[in-house]
C-alpha cells in the first residue's frame, strides 16, 4: 500500500468515532485529531501525508532494533505457519518457547534459571507481584505482604501495576488503585531531592529511604521492593552509582525481595543488555517485555531466582496463575530472532561503544541552556528537564504545559521525543547513527528556544 491509498482526514474522522486511544486527553484529541501513522523504516516513521519523523522514542522504548527488519517478519511468518498457537497449560509446551527461556536464562546471571510468559510488560509486573505474595505464603510467612514501590515510577496499567506506579494522576484513573498493601518511598531523583549533595552522598541517602521504609512498617511485614534500574517514565531518572549496592545490601538484610523492572532497560537501553549489568545488581524477580521483541510483538517475561522457583515448585502445588497467551509461539519466535540479530550484529556492544557517548555528549551540550535546568542520561536514555528558574529550579506551572509545548514544537520540526512532565525524554533505537544522533539534538536544540522564546 503506498500513502496515495490514504486519505488522512478520513482516517482521523473514523479514528475519532470508534478508537479510544490508551493515556489520551480524549476531548483534546477530538480537537486535534491524530497524526496516522503509515509505514516505518529504521528509525523513521512516515504519516499518511508523507511527513518524515525520527523516532527519538523507539515507539515507546521498545522498537530497540527499528523497524522494518524482514528477518523478524520471516520468524513470525515461519512460525505461525507452523504453529500459529499453542497453550502452555495442561503439561503442553513447545520448541519457541523452550528455546527462547533457555536463552533468556543463558543471557542472565547464574541463579537466575526460570521464566514465566505474559503478552506486556503490565502483566509481567502482575506475575511478579502475584508470585512474590505466594512465596512468603509458602514459606511460612504469610504476614510479609506489603510492596514497597518508588515515587514516579511506572510500571504498567492494570490494577497492581498501576499501584506499583507513583504517578498520582493514575490513581485517580479509576479502580482504586493504590490497592492495600503498596507503599512508594521517594526516588532518587538528585536535581529534585538532593541537589546540594555529592552524588555519590545523594546514593546513599536516598537508598536508606528504603530502609526507614522497611523499619517504619516492619522487616516482618515487608514482601519486596520493586524499581527500575534507572527510571524511565519518570524522566529519565538516572541513580548515582552508590544506590543499588546500597539497595541490594538493605533487601538482604530485612530479607525482603528485589524486584527488578528491566521492561524498558532490559536489551540493550544502558548500553549493556541489561540494566542490572550496568549497576550490578542481583534481583530476585526481574520483569522483562518490550525490547524482547523489539516491538514487533507483544511478549514479557518474568524471570524467577532459584530461591523463588524452587518454593514454587518444590512446595507449591499447583499454581493458579497464567495467561491464554503465556508463551505464544509467534511471539516467543520474534523475540528469538531479535536476540539473534542483536548478537550476531553486536548491536548493543556497538551502541555502547558508537553512540553512548556522543549521546550523552548531546545531552550534557543543553547544560548552559537558559531553559534547561538538568540534563541526565543513562546509556541511550537521557532527560532534559525544562525549568523557569535555572538558578532555582523552579518549575513552570504545571498548567502551563510546558514539555507538551516542546514536545509538539519538536514533532514540527519531525522528532517524535516525550514529556514526561517538563522532562523531555529521549530513547533512540539502538540502531541509531552518530549522525543521525546529530540531527536528534539539532532538532532537539530548535524545539527547545522555541519554547525558551514562547514562555520566555
Ligand atoms: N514497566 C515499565 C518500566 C514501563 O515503562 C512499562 C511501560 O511503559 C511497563 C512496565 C508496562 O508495560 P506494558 O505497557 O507493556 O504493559
Given at each position: 500500500?503506498?500513502?496515495?491509498?490514504?486519505?488522512?482526514?478520513?482516517?482521523?474522522?473514523?479514528?475519532?468515532?470508534?478508537?479510544?486511544?490508551?493515556?489520551?486527553?480524549?476531548?483534546?484529541?477530538?480537537?486535534?485529531?491524530?497524526?496516522?501513522?503509515?509505514?516505518?523504516?529504521?528509525?523513521?516513521?512516515?504519516?499518511?501525508?508523507?511527513?518524515?519523523?525520527?523516532?527519538?522514542?523507539?515507539?515507546?522504548?521498545c522498537?530497540?532494533?527499528?523497524?522494518?527488519?524482514?528477518?523478524?517478519?520471516?520468524?513470525?511468518?515461519?512460525?505461525?505457519?507452523?504453529?500459529?498457537y499453542c497453550p502452555s497449560f495442561?503439561?503442553?509446551s513447545?520448541?519457541a518457547a523452550?528455546?527462547l527461556a533457555?536463552?533468556l536464562?543463558?543471557?542472565?546471571?547464574?541463579?537466575?534459571?526460570h521464566v514465566f510468559f505474559q503478552s506486556s510488560g503490565s502483566e509481567a509486573n502482575e506475575t511478579a507481584m502475584r508470585l512474590v505474595?505466594r512465596?512468603?505464603?509458602?514459606?511460612?510467612?504469610?504476614?510479609?505482604?506489603?510492596?514497597?514501590?518508588?515515587?514516579?515510577?511506572?510500571h504498567g496499567s492494570t490494577h497492581m501495576a498501576a499501584?506499583l506506579?507513583?504517578?498520582?494522576?493514575?490513581?485517580?484513573?479509576?479502580?482504586?488503585?493504590?490497592?492495600?498493601?503498596?507503599?512508594?518511598?521517594?526516588?532518587?531523583?538528585?536535581?529534585?531531592?538532593?541537589?546540594?549533595?555529592?552524588?555519590?552522598?545523594?546514593?546513599?541517602?536516598?537508598?536508606?529511604?528504603?530502609?526507614?521504609?522497611?523499619?517504619?512498617?516492619?522487616?516482618?511485614?515487608?514482601?519486596?521492593?520493586v524499581?527500575?534500574?534507572?527510571?524511565?517514565?519518570?524522566?529519565?531518572?538516572?541513580?548515582?552509582?552508590?544506590?543499588?549496592?546500597?539497595?541490594?545490601?538493605?533487601?538482604?538484610?530485612?530479607?525482603?525481595?528485589?524486584v527488578l523492572d528491566e521492561v524498558v532497560?532490559g536489551?540493550?537501553?544502558?548500553?549493556?543488555?541489561?540494566?542490572?549489568?550496568?549497576?550490578?545488581?542481583?534481583?530476585?524477580l526481574m520483569q522483562l517485555g518490550k525490547g524482547i521483541t523489539?516491538g514487533?510483538l507483544p511478549l514479557s517475561a518474568t524471570v524467577i531466582?532459584?530461591?523463588?522457583?524452587?518454593?514454587l515448585?518444590?512446595?507449591?502445588?499447583?499454581w493458579a496463575h497464567g495467561y491464554t497467551y503465556s508463551g505464544h509461539p509467534a511471539c516467543c519466535?520474534v523475540a528469538?530472532?531479535?536476540?539473534?540479530?542483536?548478537?550476531?550484529?553486536?548491536?548493543?556492544?556497538?551502541?555502547?561503544?558508537?553512540?553512548?557517548?556522543?549521546?550523552?555528549?548531546?545531552?550534557?551540550?543543553?547544560?548552559?541552556?537558559?531553559?534547561?535546568?538538568?540534563?541526565?542520561?543513562?546509556?541511550?536514555?537521557?532527560?532534559?528537564?525544562?525549568?523557569?528558574?535555572?538558578?532555582?529550579?523552579?518549575?513552570?506551572?504545571?498548567?502551563?504545559?510546558?514539555?507538551?509545548?516542546?514536545?509538539?514544537?519538536?514533532?514540527?520540526?519531525?522528532?517524535?521525543?516525550?514529556?514526561?512532565?517538563?522532562?523531555?525524554?529521549?530513547?533512540?533505537?539502538?540502531?541509531?547513527?552518530?549522525?543521525?544522533?546529530?540531527?536528534?539534538?539539532?532538532?532537539?536544540?530548535?524545539?527547545?528556544?522555541?519554547?525558551?522564546?514562547?514562555?520566555?
Amino acid at each position: 500500500m503506498t500513502d496515495r491509498d490514504f486519505d488522512t482526514q478520513d482516517w482521523q474522522v473514523r479514528d475519532r468515532a470508534h478508537y479510544l486511544h490508551p493515556f489520551t486527553d480524549h476531548a483534546g484529541l477530538r480537537q486535534t485529531g491524530s497524526r496516522i501513522a503509515a509505514h516505518a523504516e529504521g528509525i523513521h516513521v512516515w504519516d499518511t501525508d508523507g511527513n518524515r519523523m525520527i523516532d527519538g522514542l523507539s515507539g515507546l522504548g521498545c522498537v530497540n532494533l527499528g523497524y522494518g527488519r524482514r528477518e523478524l517478519v520471516e520468524a513470525v511468518a515461519r512460525e505461525m505457519a507452523e504453529l500459529s498457537y499453542c497453550p502452555s497449560f495442561f503439561r503442553t509446551s513447545h520448541r519457541a518457547a523452550i528455546t527462547l527461556a533457555e536463552t533468556l536464562t543463558g543471557l542472565l546471571p547464574d541463579h537466575l534459571n526460570h521464566v514465566f510468559f505474559q503478552s506486556s510488560g503490565s502483566e509481567a509486573n502482575e506475575t511478579a507481584m502475584r508470585l512474590v505474595r505466594r512465596f512468603w505464603d509458602l514459606e511460612g510467612r504469610p504476614e510479609k505482604r506489603v510492596i514497597i514501590a518508588r515515587e514516579l515510577a511506572y510500571h504498567g496499567s492494570t490494577h497492581m501495576a498501576a499501584s506499583l506506579s507513583g504517578i498520582p494522576p493514575m490513581y485517580g484513573a479509576g479502580g482504586d488503585v493504590p490497592l492495600p498493601g503498596v507503599v512508594h518511598i521517594r526516588t532518587p531523583y538528585r536535581y529534585r531531592h538532593g541537589r546540594d549533595m555529592d552524588p555519590a552522598e545523594f546514593g546513599v541517602v536516598a537508598a536508606r529511604w528504603l530502609e526507614e521504609k522497611i523499619l517504619e512498617i516492619g522487616p516482618d511485614r515487608v514482601a519486596a521492593f520493586v524499581a527500575e534500574p534507572a527510571q524511565s517514565a519518570g524522566g529519565a531518572i538516572c541513580p548515582p552509582e552508590t544506590y543499588w549496592p546500597e539497595i541490594q545490601r538493605i533487601c538482604r538484610k530485612y530479607d525482603v525481595l528485589l524486584v527488578l523492572d528491566e521492561v524498558v532497560m532490559g536489551f540493550g537501553r544502558t548500553g549493556k543488555w541489561f540494566g542490572h549489568r550496568y549497576y550490578g545488581i542481583e534481583p530476585d524477580l526481574m520483569q522483562l517485555g518490550k525490547g524482547i521483541t523489539s516491538g514487533y510483538l507483544p511478549l514479557s517475561a518474568t524471570v524467577i531466582s532459584d530461591r523463588v522457583a524452587d518454593v514454587l515448585i518444590d512446595k507449591g502445588g499447583e499454581w493458579a496463575h497464567g495467561y491464554t497467551y503465556s508463551g505464544h509461539p509467534a511471539c516467543c519466535a520474534v523475540a528469538l530472532e531479535n536476540i539473534r540479530i542483536l548478537t550476531e550484529e553486536r548491536i548493543v556492544e556497538r551502541a555502547e561503544a558508537e553512540l553512548v557517548p556522543a549521546f550523552a555528549a548531546g545531552i550534557r551540550s543543553f547544560v548552559d541552556h537558559p531553559l534547561i535546568g538538568d540534563c541526565r542520561s543513562v546509556g541511550l536514555m537521557g532527560g532534559l528537564e525544562i525549568v523557569r528558574d535555572k538558578a532555582t529550579g523552579e518549575a513552570f506551572p504545571y498548567e502551563a504545559h510546558v514539555g507538551d509545548h516542546c514536545s509538539a514544537e519538536a514533532l514540527k520540526r519531525g522528532l517524535a521525543l516525550r514529556a514526561n512532565g517538563d522532562t523531555m525524554s529521549l530513547m533512540p533505537p539502538l540502531v541509531t547513527t552518530p549522525d543521525q544522533i546529530a540531527e536528534i539534538f539539532a532538532i532537539a536544540r530548535e524545539a527547545i528556544d522555541a519554547t525558551a522564546r514562547h514562555f520566555g
